[in-house]
Structure formats: C-alpha cells, structure tokens
C-alpha cells in the first residue's frame, strides 16, 4: 500500500501562488507514476498534471505555462507549484500515485482563489 498526506492548499488573491506538497510512505518502490487532480465542486475530477517514473510529465490545458509539477525523491515528496492563479482554479486537490494494479489518492487539501 501506498500514503499520501498533503499540505499547502490555502486562501490567494488571483495572480498568486501556492505550493502543495504530497508525502508518499509505504510501498513507493512500486509506484510508476505521480500526479495531482482537482475537483470543484458540482465538477468531477480532473487531471491536473502528472508524471511518471521516467520523468515525463503532463499537465492540462488550463494550467500550462502556470503550475510546475516537481518530485524530491530523496524526501518522497512531489510537490505542485501553482502561479498566476486563477479563480477558476478554486477546488480541492488531489494527489496520486499510480502503482500496478491500483492507484492511490490523498485526502485532499482546498485552494481557493478570490479577491
């Protein structure tokens, strides 16, 4: 089994930033890929961005060029930098990790964006 425990998400004025954290423990010598998702609320999730073992990574439309997905593997730690915020971007989000067979997701964390 894999655990995510994430921090970070909080309260920003549009054109801010955050930076979200996600921890992994457990069984991380298995897991092939990482990400972040979203959901706002009446909106289902979304893929925010993700990357795999190999380093690629993939972000969506909505939120290239602004947020920067980033790994320490040394602290078994991804991390999400989110710059120019966006009111749009208000939602609870999400980490994952993908390994064979099953995905796991942390427990959530809010960012909302409002001035």
């Known amino acids: 089994q894999v655990q995510l425990v994430e921090s970070g998400g909080g309260f920003v004025q549009p054109g801010g930033s955050l930076r979200l954290s996600c921890v992994a423990s457990?069984?991380?010598?298995?897991?092939?890929?990482m990400g972040w998702y979203r959901q706002a609320p009446g909106n289902q999730r979304e893929l925010v961005a993700t990357?795999?073992?190999?380093?690629?990574?993939n972000y969506a439309d909505s939120v290239k060029g602004r947020f920067t997905f980033s790994r320490d593997n040394a602290k078994n730690t991804m991390y999400l930098q989110m710059d120019s915020l966006k009111p749009e971007d208000t939602a609870v989000y999400y980490c994952?990790?993908?390994?064979?067979?099953?995905?796991?997701w942390g427990q959530g964390t809010q960012v909302t964006v409002s001035s």
């Open positions: 994952r990790a993908d390994i064979p067979g099953r995905g796991y």
């Open positions: 457990g069984s991380i010598f298995s897991i092939y890929r």
């Open positions: 990357c795999t073992s190999d380093g690629t990574a």
